[in-house]
């Protein structure tokens, strides 16, 4: 089972800074791998697929890049609404997420 | 506009089935490269993959629930069931219906339904 692990767990920052996410797989999954961001009490939504595609609707502030294990969420430039959790998932013969990134405002 | 949404019981008692609708709009489950599939999430937890059904009926199933779910399409076009076996307090969680872009390499979810939580009690 391919096992992604995400870090940091928690990031406390402020609107108007940069930041990178990190998620990081057990064995090579290519490109295989999708970042969401999910709110309290909604749904996740989806960000990046492909490692690197924004998905539709997605603001350009949010970028991806990486492959092979080791793979980054970057958040240019943050606004009081990207404040959320974060998950990253890969496929492989099966899917699994990551346990989570949690971004906070300082 | 594509839509996903859950419904099923709010409550079950420990060792009872689950059977879970997914009814969607929007799109075809015959459509080449789709599919729809279940997560859930335990309160305060991470995401968890439960299943999925392609447009050409391949499933998937999470390893470690393999033996406790089925996935089908349902009798309508536009419906996708999961059962889950002896359920148990520790499958108390929201779950979420997706659909699934197998066109793409990485699968994404990229449609969510809103979610149903369930609480498993006695």
């Known amino acids: 089972e391919i096992v992604l692990t995400q870090s940091p767990a928690t990031v406390s920052l402020s609107p108007g800074e940069r930041v990178t996410l990190s998620c990081r797989a057990s064995?090579?999954?290519?490109?295989?791998l999708a970042w969401y961001q999910q709110k309290p009490g909604q749904a996740p939504r989806l960000l990046i697929y492909?490692?690197?595609n924004r998905a539709t609707g997605i603001p350009a502030r949010f970028s991806g890049s990486g492959s092979g294990t080791d793979f980054t969420l970057t958040i240019s430039s943050l606004e009081p609404e990207d404040f959320a959790v974060y998950y990253c998932q890969q496929r492989s013969d099966w899917y699994t997420f990551g346990q989570g990134t949690k971004l906070e405002i300082k | 506009q594509i839509t996903l949404k859950e419904s099923g019981p709010t409550l079950v008692k420990p060792t009872q089935a689950l059977t879970l609708t997914c009814t969607f709009s929007?799109?075809?489950?015959?459509?080449?490269?789709?599919?729809v599939g279940w997560v859930r999430q335990p309160p305060g937890k991470a995401l968890e993959w439960l299943a999925v059904i392609y447009w050409d009926d391949d499933t998937r199933y999470s390893p470690s629930l393999k033996s406790r779910l089925t996935i089908t399409k349902g009798t309508s076009r536009n419906q996708v069931v999961l059962t889950m076996s002896n359920m148990d307090p520790v499958d108390t969680a929201t779950y979420y219906c997706t659909r699934i872009a197998a066109t793409k390499s990485s699968d994404p979810f990229d449609v969510w339904g809103q979610g149903t939580m369930l609480t498993v009690s006695s």
């Open positions: 929007g799109f075809s489950l015959s459509t080449s490269g789709v599919g």
């Open positions: 064995q090579s999954i290519s490109n295989w």
């Open positions: 492909d490692a690197s």
